[in-house]
């Protein structure tokens, strides 16, 4: 039997993204990581919206590429 991978969703508030470029670039940096699903990022609505796999991320790790990035997350 094959076992189903339950993903978690989380949204997150960010400051600092003006721009779709700035959208581009959390996005980058999530999906370059094992564990990430699917990111849905708004630099209007000022949130980051992520599908990660609990087993192999967590959300600490998740603010932490979006800090790495030069945005603050709340």
Do not use: F, P
């Not at 076992?3 to 949204?11: A, D, G, L, Q, Y």
């Not at 603010?63 to 603050?72: A, N, S």
Request: net charge negative; charged share 40%.
């Amino acid at each position: 039997m094959k076992k189903v991978k339950k993903m978690e969703k989380i949204k997150l508030s960010v400051k600092g993204m003006h721009c779709k470029a700035c959208e581009m670039l959390i996005e980058d940096g999530l999906s370059e990581t094992e564990g990430i699903d699917k990111t849905n990022i708004s630099h209007e609505e000022g949130y980051v919206e992520v599908s990660y796999d609990e087993n192999k991320i967590d959300v600490s790790k998740i603010k932490k590429i979006i800090v790495q990035e030069g945005y603050k997350v709340e």
